[in-house]
């Protein structure tokens, strides 16, 4: 009797043992899809042109899109991103992502007074993305950039917040 | 009428579960529990029936893709029979299953009814508050308009925030590097999968533990839960002044719910449904993103906080309170249950309320967003400029040009981000003004490089006109000479 009980006791065990193994064997490709959206080796970055430099006039300000690097066909209107170009004098730009450094609102440029503003909480920025008021931790996020055949182009692919602003260099504050 | 229950006795012989059926009709609560105010907990339940069906029905045309979703809702609202009133019914019932979820919640706290044995109906009850906000919230962003994209923004950038782990959580939320189609599955599957299913199995095991723990008796100042009594004082007045919950106790919630219901539908037909607002298009960048009802204490909170409480307040906050939450039964699991012996407790509830409302209140209002269109679509009060000099005049202008009215208001209108500046020259001198110009300070940027010398000069002398008739504006004591009364000054006529 008590050899049965744990003979039968023993082939629990193994049930339960096989289908341990069975759900790590399973975990390893559920894990391995929910995670392939973290990004691996920078790969969600790359070039993109903002368009010919005289759409950029020195000494202004635009507003400028490009087509996100990494999207889906049924993105639509979502994989177009815009962001402001500054041009300092002709050689030198400074591209700005859009999105405030507090909580990403989409920052809007006021050329009477060389400002950029956010419309959520009120942050503040002068024309060269140093903080100026509010609550911001930082000035804007800015994009890498290079000038390629007369085009503009940036380094861009993700949405900059304070840890993924991995291709965007920070810039100093103005005291 | 034989013939009937013949039909239902042979089923019960197979299905079983007649028994259990009428064990939970007919056992008995105490007399004093069917009140009136033991009628929330139902009808929220009610509401998430509600949503079951109303939400099956959506997603029989909503396109969960971010190409799509916003065209689709369209669709809902204009051109399927009575889709804008399916889609106001969900979006109503959304907001009236939180609000009944919150009043359940409080009139179980001040009832005591979280105490022994109690504790875990409490327990998988905050599971079930926080499951109907992530309902609301992912709700929220499947009305994928430009509220809902720029507030994934605010979802990312809070993330973001998340030391050493920030990027590849960020990542995890869109679905990708940014906000696209893969951020509005994942929220698909939360809304439509996920938080459901998770939703209706506690509900499941909160209304067991219901019948088999009874529920709440109504509290007697003075009568204590002792974990050694108090099962046996909870048999002895079920037995002694117990009725059976059907039909005794029931109508109450039948009627109840069946109002809640009622004015579910009502204002779906009157008010319509929500939005969707703009098309999630981000590079329309004029946008003012606003969260919807009950999160707009949240909207309220990250604007009031001081920036350095910010991060950890946003990160540590939320895993505070609900470890609070969590720990309320077991803090307290024995003692007084009335609130009219629990001054703390209803204290407690009054502060949260008022903290609440006051937030909610102020995030209706956002004095903290700047006008955008203050500076250009906002005219200078007449008076202002009646009596005025040229240069004076002229500093109008640059304070209209330079965007100061995005901030600051005049004659009531403008933004309110910054004092208002009817008065302002009776609180600072000329100098001052000249000083917060150009340097700025508190939330206010420095001018000092986008004016020139001229403009603030003009800007300055507008400014010390501003301040009410017969009132002395401010003066350095250096000054000498000054007058009592301004009677000079053009602001008098």
Redesign the interface.
């Known amino acids: 009797m008590t050899e049965n009980v744990s003979r039968r006791a023993a082939l629990l065990k193994l049930g339960v043992l096989l289908n341990a193994l069975v759900a790590v064997i399973l975990a390893i490709p559920v894990v391995g899809y929910?995670?392939s959206?973290?990004?691996r080796k920078h790969r969600?970055?790359g070039w993109v042109s903002l368009g010919p430099l005289a759409e950029f006039p020195a000494g202004q300000t635009r507003?400028a899109?490009f087509t996100?690097p990494?999207?889906?066909p049924?993105?639509?209107?979502?994989?177009?991103?815009?962001c402001w170009v500054r041009n300092i004098d002709t050689q030198t730009f400074q591209v700005f992502a859009?999105?405030c450094t507090?909580?990403?609102?989409?920052?809007?440029w006021?050329p009477?007074?060389?400002?950029f503003?956010?419309?959520?909480?009120?942050g503040?920025y002068?024309?060269d993305g140093a903080r100026?008021?509010?609550?911001p931790?930082r000035g804007l996020f800015q994009y890498r950039y290079r000038i390629q055949k007369g085009q503009l182009m940036i380094k861009a692919?993700?949405?900059p917040?304070?840890?993924?602003c991995?291709a965007i260099e920070p810039i100093g504050e103005k005291s | 009428m034989k013939r009937l229950q013949k039909i239902f006795e042979w089923l019960d012989q197979r299905l079983k579960i007649g028994a259990a059926v009428r064990e939970a009709m007919y056992h008995r609560v105490p007399r004093s529990s069917g009140s009136w105010f033991y009628v929330f907990g139902s009808s929220a339940f009610l509401l998430l029936l509600l949503q079951v069906v109303t939400g099956i029905l959506l997603a029989l045309v909503y396109v969960p893709?971010?190409?799509?979703a916003w065209n689709s809702l369209q669709v809902l609202n204009h051109d399927i029979t009575l889709g804008w009133y399916l889609r106001a019914v969900h979006g109503w019932g959304s907001n009236f299953m939180v609000a009944l979820v919150l009043i359940h919640m409080m009139q179980v706290f001040l009832f005591g009814a979280y105490k022994y044995p109690r504790e875990f109906n409490w327990v998988t009850g905050v599971f079930l508050l926080l499951f109907t906000l992530g309902m609301a919230f992912t709700g929220q962003v499947l009305r994928f308009d430009q509220d809902a994209?720029?507030g994934l923004?605010?979802g990312?950038?809070?993330?973001?925030?998340?030391p050493l782990i920030?990027?590849?959580?960020?990542?995890?939320l869109?679905?990708?590097?940014?906000?696209?189609?893969?951020t509005l599955s994942r929220f698909f599957d939360l809304h439509v999968f996920i938080i459901p299913a998770l939703l209706l199995g506690l509900v499941g095991i909160h209304l067991l533990m219901v019948l088999k723990l009874g529920i709440n008796e109504w509290p007697m100042p003075g009568r204590l839960v002792r974990r050694e009594t108090y099962l046996k004082e909870y048999e002895d007045l079920v037995q002694r002044d117990g009725v059976p919950f059907v039909p005794d106790a029931i109508w109450k919630d039948m009627v109840f719910g069946a109002m809640i219901l009622g004015s579910v539908l009502v204002c779906a037909a009157v008010f319509g449904p929500f939005g969707p607002r703009g098309?999630?298009?981000?590079?329309i960048?004029?946008?003012?993103?606003r969260p919807d009802f009950f999160f707009l204490w949240i909207f309220a909170l990250?604007?009031l906080l001081p920036?350095y409480m910010?991060?950890p307040l946003i990160l540590i906050g939320p895993i505070v309170v609900i470890a609070l939450l969590l720990l309320v039964p077991f803090l307290s699991g024995e003692g007084e249950k009335s609130w009219r012996r629990r001054p703390v407790s209803v204290l407690t509830v009054l502060v949260v309320a008022v903290t609440l409302g006051a937030l909610t209140r102020f995030g209706q209002e956002a004095p903290?967003?700047?006008v955008?269109n203050g500076?250009s679509g906002l005219p200078v009060p007449a008076q202002y400029l009646k009596g005025r000099s040229a240069l004076q005049r002229q500093g109008a202008i640059v304070f209209q040009?330079?965007?100061c009215r995005?901030?600051h208001s005049l004659g009531g209108e403008g933004?309110k981000?910054g004092p208002a500046l009817d008065s302002v020259a009776t609180r600072l001198t000329p100098d001052e003004l000249i000083r917060q110009v150009l340097q700025?300070g508190?939330?206010?940027?420095?001018?000092g490089?986008?004016l020139s010398p001229a403009e603030v000069t003009a800007l300055v002398s507008f400014l010390d006109t501003l301040h009410p008739p017969g009132v002395r504006p401010a003066r350095d004591f250096a000054e000498k000479g000054l007058p009592l009364l301004d009677t000079g000054h053009p602001a008098k006529h």
Request: aromatic share 8%; proline share 10%.
């Open positions: 929910l995670f959206a973290v990004e969600y970055t507003l899109k996100n990494q999207r889906r049924w993105d639509g209107k979502t994989a177009d991103i815009p859009i999105n507090h909580l990403g609102c989409p920052v809007r006021f009477q007074s060389q400002l503003m956010c419309p959520c909480h009120g503040v002068y024309a100026a008021a509010g609550p931790p692919g993700e949405l917040t304070l840890a993924t991995g | 893709s971010a190409s799509q994209y720029w923004g605010i990312a950038s809070i993330t973001g925030r998340v920030g990027a590849p959580l960020v990542h995890l869109l679905g990708g590097p940014i906000i696209a189609s893969d098309v999630p298009d981000p590079t960048i004029q946008a003012a993103p990250l604007a920036p910010e991060t903290w967003s700047p955008m500076w040009e330079k965007q995005n901030c933004g981000r700025g508190g939330n206010m940027p420095a001018y490089h986008n």
